[in-house]
């Protein structure tokens, strides 16, 4: 059974960056396009990346996009998400997920990431 | 990228039936077979319920069933189960090639 393990969150000051990464398990990895949502505190899941297989094909939600870099490494099974110019808004459980049915089948179980001053 | 519109609460008895709508546009729900459902309990992480407007992936219980008419999907839960008491989100593929969830809908089992 695939599993899904987000690392990479934490406290970080507005304007700063951070780089969160999810480790896959399984060898069909390669296999699948995967996504990044998040959701904010007390609020609902919010869409905020994808790529497909080889990391050819990305795109990104308006909210994030400039300032938010979507990557894989199909030979170590990761996914990550670089971001930078972090703002108060983009405070979040962000949670790895992969793509399949043309939505999101596995799911990791997040990591939190707060920007705050 | 707006977000579909989901009530934002439901409720219903144990063994009764409840329908969740979703409405969005032709942009996304109308043109696209490629919508899906979500059940996500308080501090877990999302579960995919339905998937490609009506279809169950594996283990899912078939108390739960999908449809969609025009602009807008729907969620049915039959025999409601104190268990089902959760946040549920909907999801659909976009003509601007990403991915839009709904608000969400809280659903309390009395």
């Known amino acids: 059974e695939v599993q899904l393990v987000e690392s990479g969150g934490g406290l970080v000051q507005p304007g700063g960056s951070l780089r969160l990464s999810c480790a896959a398990s399984g060898s069909t990895f390669s296999s699948h396009w995967m996504h990044w949502v998040r959701q904010a505190p007390g609020k609902g899941l919010v869409w905020v990346s994808g790529?497909?297989?080889?990391?050819?094909?990305?795109t990104y939600a308006d909210s994030v996009m400039g300032r938010f870099t979507i990557s894989r490494d199909n030979a170590k099974n990761t996914l990550y998400l670089q971001m930078n110019s972090l703002r108060a808004e983009d405070t979040a459980v962000y949670y790895c997920?992969?793509?399949?049915?043309?939505?999101?089948?596995?799911w990791g179980q997040g990591t939190t990431v707060t920007v705050s001053s | 990228q707006s977000a579909l519109t989901q009530p934002a609460s439901v409720s219903g008895s144990p063994g009764q039936s409840i329908t969740i709508s979703c409405t969005g546009t032709?942009?996304?729900?109308?043109?696209?077979?490629?919508v899906s459902w979500y059940q996500q309990h308080p501090g877990k992480a999302p579960k995919l319920i339905i998937f490609e407007v009506s279809n169950r992936p594996s283990g899912v219980s078939d108390r739960f069933s999908g449809s969609k008419s025009g602009n807008t999907a729907s969620l049915t839960i039959s025999g409601l189960q104190a268990e089902d008491e959760a946040d549920y989100y909907c999801?659909?593929?976009?003509?601007?090639?990403?991915?839009?969830f709904g608000g969400g809908t809280t659903l309390t089992v009395l």
């Open positions: 999801n659909s593929y976009t003509s601007s090639n990403t991915w839009v």
């Open positions: 790529l497909n297989t080889d990391g050819s094909y990305i």
């Open positions: 997920t992969r793509g399949r049915f043309n939505g999101m089948d596995v």
């Open positions: 032709s942009s996304d729900v109308r043109n696209y077979n490629y």
